[in-house]
């Protein structure tokens, strides 16, 4: 490296900040989503992966939510609405006057106006703020929302994103338009292109409301827990006995054969040999095993060896309280040959 | 000790942690001290199997495993703030009046609707500058359906009839500020709503006080003078508020676009929310005060007065700035 290298700004800040070293890729925002994963720093200085909604099961819980929201409300107000006949008129014929139901009707649907505009504009606010990020539909969908830098949204960026929801479901079309029809009566289908177009310029699918309120929506499902695999075929811990003793798996080494024994399940014999080969000719070749041994068969062995038989750490203590303290495995730098 | 024995030692918290993030799901703060403290010594314990499981070369599923629990958990743990209600009356009576009176927006959207209001009225009063001009743009049924409904005013509604009425105002007009702060974002088609407002609602004004519209003009200035000072405002205020989130990505004074949008955005909110207070004040007044007739015009002019003065108290009285610039409102 020459010693006139431009050095870039986050590689400068790095260096004053005295975080990472030149050589190490750098977190930054640009690249801290890699296909829908998003990155997230905890306090406790941990990262974690959250995986980012798309358009399409976020709309589907927008739609749980209208019903929910507008059917809760229609309910409402059809009770209010069977309440007012009932005792305004019976009220009204007791006190043989019609002007007490007109009264009580005058101010039952000033208050449906108040609601409609108050559901329509607030409902996704209030529950988002009240529920963590969640609303009905959402809670059901099994998404959340949340701040991009991971935390919790607030009440102001809830608020923001639920009002900029009208600019996403733009353009309305008049429905009477696409028919044909001559109706006086304006039923309008909001086509959520704005939304769709924005969601699909950047990488954490946020619609306008997301980009102004500085949120994303992810999923939060209960995800099921993999165990180890076992294999069937007794061959596979013969053929991990013949494997050295000291050998050690590098990082790299380690993660391709649990890739590689998870996904074979997936692939027909011939293509499963014709990628474990790759990894499994050269060490098999290193092992001294006959070269002749299917290569799928050595890549279950050497799972079966790194995860089931080797001793990964040396001395992992689970203190009363559930916390760990160990002592970390050295692993040689023993990768695969080229 | 080797993976597989690792991973059947942990599980069991794992599990723990994922049982108590469900059953916590909505109300971690209504939870017994003992659950919580547990929760939490298992969150750490997750996150710290989730940093170590490189080390301890644990699979990816696995791994994937441990990022959705941690992250479920997480989102327990870091709960949303809320409306932080005992902030607010310094940010209703200190900060929002301040903000409100400092801003260029607001006093560019101020001129635009105002001159292009006044100038519809002059166009529309004036029938010799530009003949048709208010028939243009109001249409012609729009005109008739204006006169017919101001002819015949009068008269007095029930107290059902006017809560009906303000529901609707407040339904109707609210939800058409809200809508004009959201388009501002894309700055021109915020304009042509706003636009369109002046000069309809000026070219209406210029016909209504045109010494020929007979009975519906009388009829007309008694029904907006009390609720105009507030909607008018309102309007202003929305717009102005949306018109600060369009510039603020366009011009980002530095920033990068981004984050100017989302602090802008978090600035404006206090704004559109006075709007919609003014909105259903004005609504109110609407409902209960314009619309009778046997209310004297003077009571309805201090109605009008007595509301400027109330908006002149809390833009210029409360909202002028401690100190150029900055000053001890800024928090240092």
Redesign the interface.
Known sequence: MSSDRKFSAAETESMIRGIGGLDRPQVSDQNDVIDTMML?K???N?S????ISGPFYRFVAYLTDLIFAFGGYFAAVGILYFLLVVFGLLIGNALNTF?FF??????G??????G??IV??FYGAYM??????QTLGKRLCGI?V?SVD???????Q???RN??R??DVMPIVPLQMLLGLESQVLFALPTFLIGLVVMSLNRKFQR?GD????TVV?F?E???????IEFEDERVPRLAELIPADFV?S?GL??VV??F??QRVYLVPQRSADIAKHVAVPLMDRFGIAADTDPDLFMCSLYHR?????????S?V?TE????E?S??V?VGEGIER | MKVAELIKLRSPYWEELEDLSIQMGGRLGKADPDRVSRFATLYRAACADLALAESYQLPPQTVEYLHRLVGRAHNQLYRSQGYQFNSWTKRIFTDTPRLIFNDVCIQIVTIIFWGLFLIAAYLSYNTTVWPGFSEAVVGVEGLDQLRESYGQFGGNRGVGSNTFMMGYYIHNNATIGLQCFVMMLLVIPGFVVLSYNAIYLGAVFGVMFRPDSGAASENFQNFVTAHGPFELTAIILAAGAGLKIGLSWIMSDGLNRKDSLLKTARESLPIVMCAVVLFVLAAMIEGFISPHGDFPWWGKGTVAVGSSCLLMIYFVVLGYPAAWPGGEDDGF
């Not at chain 1, 007109?102 to 101010?107: D, F, K, Q, W, Y």
């Not at chain 1, 991971?150 to 102001?156: L, T």
């Not at chain 1, 980009?211 to 500085?214: E, F, I, Q, T």
């Open positions: 997230v905890t306090p406790e941990i974690f992966q959250y995986e002007t007109e009264v009580l009707a005058g101010i649907f000033g208050l449906i106006m108040v409609f505009f329509y504009w988002e703020t009240r529920f963590n990020g959340r949340i991971g935390h919790a949204i607030d009440g102001v809830a608020t923001l009002f900029f009208f600019l306008v980009l102004v309120a500085g992810i939060e209960k995800k099921y827990r993999p165990d180890l798996a990082q380690t993660q649990a890739e024994a998870e790194l995860f089931v038989t080797q001793e990964a750490g040396e992992q689970v309280n559930g916390a760990v160990l970390l495995p692993s």
